[in-house]
């Protein structure tokens, strides 16, 4: 009697298995049925960025080619293929940035006269502004790739020459006095750079300095007609001492 009532092993055994087998089944069959849902849901993803991508870049294509194939385009292309190698790759990248970036920012509401009608920075009329005149951003453009454009090759051949840190201190004074040609807003850029000894090297840093006390003076005459004419009245109205 003992003896039939001791459990059968083997139909134990037999048992988990199969039910381990039908669990293993189980999740075999979901882990399929999410991957066709995350497939079916990636194709759907792809399906609608494509969507909206394909009207805007069919725009842009028919708005840049008729300009790069332009005669005054190709004109510059000419001059800018007479450069040196170093200065034409810089030429040639401001060239297509100002290109693109006018046609992108082109038709986006009445431009406005003055790029800050208010007196004070707004991006939005900036872009308004600058987007309907190309020739004025292209014409700043060059001159800036213009006179970075031989630092840049100097920079080169220290990197090259292994003289890096051999010609810093040089170096730092040239960018220095090319920041100052470049003007105002780049001047405010290397003055904010000349405390980051976080980012530049100690030789950068000291050339930089030099921006915050050595930029060329204008004179008063000058500044008087520039807050007057910021302001809108003569400072004799605005100011009992000046």
Known sequence: QATSDVPDVGSLMGKLM???????????????????????????????VYAAVSPVVEDVSSKILPVLQSDVIL??????????????????????F???SSLLNSGDGAPSSQPYPLGKYNP??????????????FSRAIEVATLSARFGVALL?????????????????????LLTKL?????????????????LSPAY??????LQDQVPPFSSEEAREIIESELGASLESIFEYF
């Open 183 to 199: 003007g105002p807003s780049f001047i405010k850029i290397g003055q904010s750079l000349s405390i980051r000894t976080d980012i």
């Open 18 to 48: 199969q039910e381990t087998q039908q669990v293993e089944t189980n999740a075999a069959f979901n882990a399929l049925d999410t991957v066709h849902a995350v497939d079916a849901a990636s194709d759907k993803v792809i399906q609608d």
């Open 75 to 96: 004109k510059v292309w000419d001059q800018i293929n007479a450069l040196p190698p170093a200065v034409a790759l810089i030429s040639s990248a401001v060239v297509t």
């Open 98 to 100: 100002v290109a693109v």
């Open 124 to 137: 939005t009329t900036a872009a308004s502004y600058f987007s309907t005149r190309p020739l004025l951003v």
């Open 157 to 177: 051949f220290d990197f090259v020459n292994k003289k890096m840190d051999e010609n810093a201190d040089v170096r730092a004074l040239e960018l220095a006095q």
């Open 205 to 210: 840093v000291r050339g930089l300095k030099s």
